[in-house]
């Protein structure tokens, strides 16, 4: 039985995208597929291994590609990877799916910064629930994991919310009354560099998103920061 879609979008980040893919390769013991969704450049060619998939998103945007990778999931459970980032667990899928089958809702993981300015790594460690998701967003996109069938119940992610489509994702699902549950080791590898969407030249942007929202979810004023604020 397939257990997880791994889904990795990507946009001009081709080195990067080897590195995450590699170490999906490397889980241990759990079936699993990757799907790649490109939304920018030709990619390089693939490797042949038939577990990896590849979809053309035709420049629609990050959240259309994320829509497009869970319309195309085959697995009973779907994972998130960030194209720039890393598993470091290869024994990440097993803990995850334990929790999954014990009746955890959605997973997430502590993860580790890596910075490309050459700071030193640093941990990111946070819980979160449906009630620090009104005013936080702790949890790292990447590693989280939950039940595909939570789109059919929940629908898609939201296109108007673009840098926020992940916390407004979390917010339904925490507040359906889906568990939350956290793996509380450094399993994935989270780098920071200047083209990351978070970025300064983004404030703008990313404000006006915030806004949006805490409108749709009656959140109130929120302070615009980001995962690096959280370490």
């Not at 039985?1 to 490397?26: C, D, G, K, Y």
């Not at 195309?72 to 803990?95: N, Q, S, T, V």
């Not at 995850?96 to 030193?120: I, P, S, Y």
């Not at 039940?147 to 359906?176: I, K, M, N, Q, S």
């Amino acid at each position: 039985m397939l257990r997880f879609s791994v889904i990795i979008p990507t946009h001009n980040r081709p080195q990067f995208l080897a590195e995450a893919v590699q170490s999906v390769m490397a889980q241990e013991k759990v079936a699993f597929e990757i799907i790649v969704v490109n939304d920018g450049e030709p990619l390089p060619p693939f490797s042949d291994d038939r577990r990896l998939r590849h979809f053309e998103n035709a420049r629609r945007g990050a959240i259309a590609a994320r829509n497009l990778g869970v319309s195309a999931a085959r697995g009973e459970f779907i994972l998130w990877l960030d194209d720039d980032d890393i598993l470091l667990d290869p024994a990440y899928l097993m803990k995850a799916e334990a929790l999954l089958t014990k009746g955890a809702g959605l997973v997430h993981c502590d993860g580790v910064m890596l910075f490309a300015d050459g700071r030193a790594p640093r941990p990111f460690a946070h819980e979160a629930d449906a009630a620090s998701l009104a005013g936080n967003n702790t949890i790292l996109i990447s590693g989280v994991c939950y039940r595909r069938r939570l789109h059919d119940e929940l629908g898609g992610f939201d296109p108007t919310l673009p840098y926020y489509a992940d916390w407004d994702w979390y917010l339904r699902v925490a507040r359906a009354g889906h568990p939350l549950a956290r793996i509380a080791e450094q399993s994935v590898g989270i780098r920071i560099h200047a083209a990351n969407t978070s970025g300064e030249s983004t404030q703008v942007a990313r404000q006006a998103n915030l806004n949006a929202l805490s409108h749709k979810h009656d959140l109130g004023p929120l302070t615009l920061k980001t995962h690096v604020d959280f370490v």
